[in-house]
Each structure stands twice: as C-alpha cells, then as structure tokens.
T-cell receptor
Framework: QKEVEQNSGPLSVPEGAIASLNCTYSDRVSQSFFWYRQYSGKSPELIMSIYSNGDKEDGRFTAQLNKASQYVSLLIRDSQPSDSATYLCAVNTGNQFYFGTGTSLTVIP | ETGVTQTPRHLVMGMTNKKSLKCEQHLGHNAMYWYKQSAKKPLELMFVYSLEERVENNSVPSRFSPECPNSSHLFLHLHTLQPEDSALYLC??????????????FGAGTRLSVL
C-alpha cells in the first residue's frame, strides 16, 4: 500500500470554479500534512500546511484534514489559469516525509 | 527565491563520469534532504542530514554518495550512473524534523541526464 495516494488527474475546471484535490495516507500516526504546488519544470512550492483536524483557510486556498478518515484535501476557490500546475500532497511521519504522485490541475480560461 | 540554492541546474554526464551536485541553504535550518523526482513517480527521499545525523533510504544505490560538511551545505556525489538515474534531483531544507511544523523548502533542482 502506498503511503500517500492522490488521484493523478488530469483535473480540469473552468476559470472561477472551485477545484477540489484529495489525498489519503496510510500511517495513522502522521502528524503534519502539506500541499505543494509544482509548475512544470520547477521545484515544489509550499501552499498550505495543516496539523489538526478541521479546515484551515489562506486566501483562496482551504486545506481540510480528517485524521479519523486519514484524508486531506485542498480546495481552490475562484480558480485562475495561473493555478494550473501539479499539486503534491505530503505527509510527515516522524523523520520520514512521504509525497503523493501529484494531481495535475488545468484551469480553463 | 526560497533560500535554497542548487548547482548546476542542468547536468549531462556519461556513465563513466564522476560529478557532484551542490546545495546551499541560507535559512538557518538544521536539516537538509536529497530527493529524486522521476516522471509519474512520487518524490523519492534519498538522504536526510539532521542535526549531524544521517538517515538514508536503503533502496538508494551506492553510486549516489551524500556529503554534508555543515548545516548549510549538502553535496551529492555521483559515479558510474545508469540511464535510469536520469531525473530531477531536488534539495530541501527544514528547521527541525523533530517538530510537527517541519516545513521543507525546496531548491530549484538539478535536471540530470545520463547518457
């Protein structure tokens, strides 16, 4: 079983819509969860971090964590073409960092 | 600019060459990491240097050899690589892997091609 699983997509949404990205993880003792954005040919860039159950909002981004279901999500409101990228879910378990394969998002103008 | 600088940005090498990748962080962090990113695969953690301890992924071949002379500098020495080692190699740093809020910041990466 993979430590972190994401739907690879591609996910396409029209400009202005809400994009919903999902991630599940296997290790129940995981404590830290991150969403990174990676543009083609570039390195991952941190968008959100979340450590406790519930929602965390930052501008157009909302991260949601449900530890009981081992589920993390990222919502992007008012999606813009500049949001088109691959979104990586990352989980920190002790001294180990696990990344998903990423979900490719395309926002259509 | 994330405060993590990698050189070179691109590298082409033959299978018999020896080369080194360099990473430098200006963030005052205590941990540094090497990752390999191949197409359609998750980021693969290769090595971690944290508070002068090294943690490595046992599946990494011995033709990759890390070196961390101090908390700000990290090297990845490459020798007798194989074509399947062609990938994007990313360096990252973080403040303290012992804490929950262990956010990693990535360098721009080195795109390696092995011929």
């Amino acid at each position: 079983q993979k430590e972190v699983e994401q739907n690879s997509g591609p996910l396409s949404v029209p400009e202005g819509a809400i994009a919903s990205l999902n991630c599940t993880y296997s290790d129940r003792v995981s404590q830290s969860f991150f969403w990174y954005r990676q543009y083609s040919g570039k390195s991952p860039e941190l968008i959100m971090s979340i450590y406790s159950n519930g929602d965390k909002e930052d501008g157009r981004f909302t991260a949601q964590l449900n530890k009981a279901s081992q589920y993390v999500s990222l919502l992007i409101r008012d999606s813009q073409p500049s949001d088109s990228a691959t979104y990586l879910c990352a989980v920190n378990t002790g001294n180990q960092f696990y990344f998903g394969t990423g979900t490719s998002l395309t926002v259509i103008p | 600019e994330t405060g993590v600088t990698q050189t070179p940005r691109h590298l082409v090498m033959g299978m018999t060459n020896k080369k080194s990748l360099k990473c430098e962080q200006h963030l005052g962090h205590n941990a540094m990491y090497w990752y390999k990113q191949s197409a359609k695969k998750p980021l693969e953690l290769m090595f971690v240097y944290s508070l002068e301890e090294r943690v490595e992924n046992n599946s990494v071949p011995s033709r990759f050899s890390p070196e961390c002379p101090n908390s700000s500098h990290l090297f990845l020495h490459l020798h007798t690589l194989q074509p399947e080692d062609s990938a994007l190699y990313l360096c990252a740093s973080s403040q303290d892997p012992r804490t929950i809020k262990n956010i990693q910041y990535f360098g721009a990466g080195t795109r390696l091609s092995v011929l």
